[in-house]
Protein backbone atom coordinates (compact mmCIF):
# COMPACT_ATOMS: atom_id res chain seq x y z
CA UNK A 1 0.00 0.00 0.00
CA UNK A 2 1.42 3.11 -1.01
CA UNK A 3 1.32 6.18 1.37
CA UNK A 4 3.48 8.54 -0.88
CA UNK A 5 1.22 11.43 -1.75
CA UNK A 6 1.63 15.10 -0.26
CA UNK A 7 -1.65 14.72 1.86
CA UNK A 8 0.04 11.08 3.88
CA UNK A 9 3.24 13.50 4.37
CA UNK A 10 1.59 15.93 6.05
CA UNK A 11 -0.72 13.49 8.46
CA UNK A 12 1.98 11.27 9.57
CA UNK A 13 3.30 14.25 11.41
CA UNK A 14 -0.12 16.13 12.43
CA UNK A 15 -2.79 13.68 13.53
CA UNK A 16 -5.96 16.08 12.71
CA UNK A 17 -4.88 16.86 8.92
CA UNK A 18 -7.96 16.79 7.00
CA UNK A 19 -6.98 16.76 3.36
CA UNK A 20 -7.00 14.15 0.73
CA UNK A 21 -5.75 12.67 -2.45
CA UNK A 22 -7.58 11.46 -4.83
CA UNK A 23 -7.34 7.78 -5.94
CA UNK A 24 -4.08 7.47 -2.66
CA UNK A 25 -5.11 3.77 -1.06
CA UNK A 26 -3.44 5.68 1.86
CA UNK A 27 -5.31 9.16 1.94
CA UNK A 28 -8.78 6.80 1.69
CA UNK A 29 -7.54 4.33 4.88
CA UNK A 30 -6.98 7.50 6.94
CA UNK A 31 -10.46 8.83 5.69
CA UNK A 32 -12.31 5.21 6.49
CA UNK A 33 -10.04 5.13 9.56
CA UNK A 34 -12.25 8.29 10.64
CA UNK A 35 -15.82 7.71 9.33
CA UNK A 36 -18.94 6.74 11.85
CA UNK A 37 -19.16 3.41 10.53
CA UNK A 38 -15.82 2.10 11.74
CA UNK A 39 -16.34 3.33 15.17
CA UNK A 40 -19.61 1.69 14.89
CA UNK A 41 -17.98 -1.14 13.73
CA UNK A 42 -15.49 -1.05 16.60
CA UNK A 43 -17.83 -0.79 18.95
CA UNK A 44 -20.54 -3.57 18.16
CA UNK A 45 -17.88 -6.16 17.13
CA UNK A 46 -18.93 -6.48 13.97
CA UNK A 47 -18.66 -4.58 10.09
CA UNK A 48 -21.74 -2.42 9.69
CA UNK A 49 -23.13 -3.35 6.31
CA UNK A 50 -22.10 0.79 5.39
CA UNK A 51 -18.47 0.45 6.56
CA UNK A 52 -18.32 -2.54 4.71
CA UNK A 53 -19.41 -1.91 1.33
CA UNK A 54 -16.32 1.06 1.68
CA UNK A 55 -14.39 -0.85 2.21
CA UNK A 56 -15.35 -3.11 -0.78
CA UNK A 57 -15.38 -0.30 -2.71
CA UNK A 58 -12.07 1.13 -1.87
CA UNK A 59 -10.09 -2.22 -1.58
CA UNK A 60 -12.00 -4.70 -3.33
CA UNK A 61 -13.17 -8.45 -2.91
CA UNK A 62 -10.19 -8.69 -0.94
CA UNK A 63 -10.96 -5.94 1.34
CA UNK A 64 -9.48 -7.94 5.27
CA UNK A 65 -6.22 -6.43 5.09
CA UNK A 66 -7.72 -3.18 4.18
CA UNK A 67 -10.15 -3.35 7.39
CA UNK A 68 -6.32 -4.42 9.46
CA UNK A 69 -4.97 -1.32 7.29
CA UNK A 70 -7.84 1.06 8.40
CA UNK A 71 -7.40 -0.17 12.65
CA UNK A 72 -3.69 0.24 12.27
CA UNK A 73 -4.45 3.98 10.75
CA UNK A 74 -6.95 4.26 13.71
CA UNK A 75 -4.58 3.41 16.47
CA UNK A 76 -1.85 5.64 14.76
CA UNK A 77 -3.50 8.37 14.95
CA UNK A 78 -4.73 8.65 18.59
CA UNK A 79 -0.95 7.95 19.10
CA UNK A 80 0.07 10.45 17.46
CA UNK A 81 -2.98 12.98 19.21
CA UNK A 82 -1.79 11.72 22.58
CA UNK A 83 1.31 12.57 21.92
CA UNK A 84 0.70 16.15 20.51
CA UNK A 85 -1.59 17.10 23.17
CA UNK A 86 1.36 16.26 25.95
ZN1 LIG B 1 -2.48 10.00 0.36
Redesign the pocket.
Known amino acids: M ?8 Q ?1 RLIWHWGA ?2 DG ?5 T ?1 ALSKCLGFWQSQRNGRLSTEYRAALQTIFGEDWTPGHEAVKAEAARIEQLKKGASQ
Open positions: SNDCPDCTAYHCKGCQR
